[in-house]
């Protein structure tokens, strides 16, 4: 059974920081893109930044540019994002992803999703 479980969500000030985990399970991901979605009230979810689990490559939407970045541990079988300099735009809930197309980033390319994590940003 593949799983992908969210952690790190919560509650910062403007200018914060963060770190979501998303750990995988139930198959091997070689070759798959680990991807981070978020979705706020009343909108579409929308592609954020994503990895590729075998080489470690990323891509990203530019809104995040600088503020966040992508890792992954394949030991531990977890990606990361570190999510800087928050403000109250990036409140959502945050979705990790997995799927086997690199330059996907609609919701229907993905095979697996986890069940989220909330982050909210006060003002």
């Known amino acids: 059974q593949v799983q992908l479980v969210e952690s790190g969500g919560g509650l910062v000030h403007t200018g914060g920081s963060l770190t979501l985990s998303c750990t995988v399970s139930?198959?091997?991901?070689?070759?798959?893109?680990i991807s981070w979605f978020r979705q706020a009230p009343g909108k579409e979810r929308e592609f954020v930044f994503a990895?590729?689990?075998?080489?470690?490559?990323?891509r990203y939407k530019d809104f995040v540019k600088g503020r966040f970045t992508i890792s992954r541990d394949t030991a531990r079988n977890t990606v990361y994002l570190q999510m800087n300099s928050l403000n109250p735009e990036d409140t959502a809930a945050y979705y990790c992803?997995?799927?086997?197309?690199?330059?996907?980033?609609?919701?229907?390319?993905?095979?697996?999703w986890g069940q989220g994590t909330q982050v909210t940003v006060s003002a």
């Open positions: 990895i590729n689990w075998s080489s470690g490559s990323t």
């Open positions: 992803a997995a799927g086997r197309s690199w330059l996907a980033t609609g919701v229907n390319e993905y095979d697996y």
């Open positions: 139930g198959r091997t991901f070689s070759g798959y893109t």
